[in-house]
Nanobody, 120 residues
Framework: QVQLVESGGGLVQAGGSLRLSCAAS????????MGWYRQAPGKQRELVAT???????NYADSVKGRFAISRDNAKNTVYLQMNSLKPEGTAVYFC??????????????WGQGTQVTVSS
C-alpha cells in the first residue's frame, strides 16, 4: 500500500558529506512523522532524526550540529543532510514514515535501507 524508497547512500571519507532522500508513495492521505534510523553491524537500530507534521525536529545527541533533517510535504519526501561524517556513522540508514492511509488507519512503514560507509 505504501512504499518508501531511499537513495543517496555510499562511501565517503571521514569529514565528508552525504545527502539521503526518502520518497513515500501509495495510498497516502497524509504523513505524520518521517524520520531516519540507522543500524550498524552487531548493533540495534537507533534513531538518527525525526521531522513531525508540525515541523518539530528531533536528533540523536551523536549527530546534533552535523546532521540536518528536512521535509518536502508536496513530494512526501524526507531528506537527511549529513556533514562531518565520522567512521562510527557507518551503518545501514532506514527511512520510517507514520502514514495515514485512505482507510483512515495510521501505520508505520520502513524503507529498505541504504548503506553509508565512512572510511577513516
Amino acid at each position: 500500500q505504501v512504499q518508501l524508497v531511499e537513495s543517496g547512500g555510499g562511501l565517503v571519507q571521514a569529514g565528508g558529506s552525504l545527502r539521503l532522500s526518502c520518497a513515500a508513495s501509495g495510498s497516502i492521505v497524509g504523513i505524520n512523522t518521517m524520520g531516519w534510523y540507522r543500524q550498524a553491524p552487531g548493533k540495534q537500530r537507533e534513531l538518527v532524526a525525526t521531522f513531525t507534521s508540525s515541523r518539530s525536529t528531533n536528533y540523536a545527541d551523536s549527530v546534533k550540529g552535523r546532521f540536518a533533517i528536512s521535509r518536502d510535504n508536496a513530494k512526501n519526501t524526507v531528506y537527511l543532510q549529513m556533514n562531518s561524517l565520522k567512521p562510527e556513522g557507518t551503518a545501514v540508514y532506514f527511512c520510517k514514515a507514520t502514514v495515514m492511509l485512505t482507510t483512515l488507519r495510521l501505520d508505520d512503514y520502513w524503507g529498505q535501507g541504504t548503506q553509508v560507509t565512512v572510511s577513516s
